[in-house]
């Protein structure tokens, strides 16, 4: 039996593995272990660590690493306590592997954790080309991973272009696509989105139609997020239907 532990650092970190996850729970030759860290563990990011739990999860530990606030050393902090944590939680575990996913910030923690220990890792959804700061930890992590699976044809030549054997490179898709089918295939969809989300606001009618909107900040355009939120707020506002505004993922 193979112990692969998976760190998930995020909501869309788990969105993106979730159905991976089934598939190692329900494999016999594998000991699945899930280490849950950054946001994921935080109330105010809806604390995805209880929805993985919910849906049937056993989670082995969890790391509290973030610095609240938005100054711009605290993404660094929180790298700097994901190491920390997590080089004595792999020492415990020695995993046959470790799993990290795509490009947010704190991932690179997971990656090198896993690379100085000699532990064999993988990454998911490497190759893609964002911009701002997740390419360069995106493409980080490439390097220090020893298997990928990539999400597209383009991202299998870039990470091939990058050095990286191509006989450790598959190209499997996104694995939150077979969420999506689910989603789409369910009768769940039939519900009030304002009793489901709880949000703040009035309920309005949408029967004429609405907008969702959800904006990311750009990492590499520190202290221009309010300015950038009140044009896409005036935008809005212009356009003159009801909105649904979601935080960033």
Same mark, same amino acid.
């Given at each position: 039996?193979?112990?692969?532990?998976?760190?998930?650092?995020?909501?869309?970190?788990?969105?993106?593995?979730?159905?991976?996850?089934?598939?190692?729970?329900?494999?016999?030759?594998?000991?699945?272990?899930?280490?849950?860290?950054?946001?994921?563990?935080?109330?105010?990011?809806?604390?995805?660590?209880?929805?993985?739990?919910?849906?049937?999860?056993?989670?082995?530990?969890?790391?509290?690493?973030?610095?609240?606030?938005?100054?711009?050393?605290?993404?660094?902090?929180?790298?700097?306590?994901?190491?920390?944590?997590?080089?004595?939680?792999?020492?415990?575990?020695?995993?046959?592997?470790?799993?990290?996913?795509?490009?947010?910030?704190?991932?690179?923690?997971?990656?090198?954790?896993?690379?100085?220990?000699?532990?064999?890792?993988?990454? !998911?959804?490497? +190759? =893609?080309?964002?911009?701002?700061?997740? /390419?360069?930890?995106?493409? %980080? *992590?490439?390097?220090?991973? $020893? #298997?990928?699976?990539?999400?597209?044809?383009?991202?299998?030549?870039?990470? !091939?272009?990058? +050095? =990286?054997?191509?006989?450790?490179?598959? /190209?499997?898709?996104?694995? %939150? *696509?077979?969420?999506?089918? $689910? #989603?789409?295939?369910?009768?769940?969809?039939?519900?009030?989105?304002?009793?489901?989300?709880? +949000?703040?606001?009035?309920?309005?009618?949408?029967?004429?139609?609405?907008?969702?909107?959800?904006?990311?900040?750009?990492?590499?355009?520190?202290?221009?997020?309010?300015?950038?939120?009140?044009?896409?707020?005036?935008?809005?506002?212009?356009?003159?239907?009801?909105?649904?505004?979601?935080?960033?993922?």
């Amino acid at each position: 039996m193979r112990q692969i532990c998976v760190i998930i650092s995020a909501r869309p970190s788990y969105s993106r593995i979730k159905s991976v996850l089934d598939a190692m729970q329900e494999n016999p030759d594998i000991d699945l272990k899930i280490v849950v860290t950054s946001s994921a563990v935080l109330e105010r990011y809806g604390k995805v660590v209880d929805l993985i739990k919910s849906d049937g999860f056993h989670v082995y530990d969890e790391v509290y690493s973030v610095i609240e606030g938005g100054h711009i050393c605290n993404p660094v902090k929180d790298v700097g306590n994901c190491l920390i944590e997590l080089s004595s939680i792999l020492y415990r575990l020695k995993p046959d592997a470790v799993v990290t996913i795509a490009d947010r910030y704190e991932t690179i923690a997971n990656a090198i954790s896993a690379a100085y220990m000699n532990i064999p890792l993988i990454h !998911i959804q490497g +190759g =893609e080309f964002t911009g701002s700061i997740d /390419n360069k930890v995106r493409h %980080s *992590i490439t390097k220090l991973a $020893d #298997v990928h699976f990539v999400a597209s044809p383009l991202a299998e030549h870039r990470v !091939i272009s990058m +050095g =990286e054997d191509p006989k450790m490179v598959f /190209n499997t898709g996104c694995p %939150s *696509i077979d969420l999506a089918v $689910d #989603v789409i295939n369910s009768p769940q969809l039939n519900f009030d989105p304002f009793v489901k989300y709880n +949000g703040l606001g009035r309920s309005f009618d949408i029967s004429h139609g609405y907008l969702v909107v959800l904006q990311h900040p750009v990492t590499t355009e520190f202290g221009k997020s309010y300015e950038q939120t009140n044009t896409t707020l005036q935008a809005v506002k212009d356009i003159g239907k009801p909105v649904f505004w979601f935080w960033p993922n």
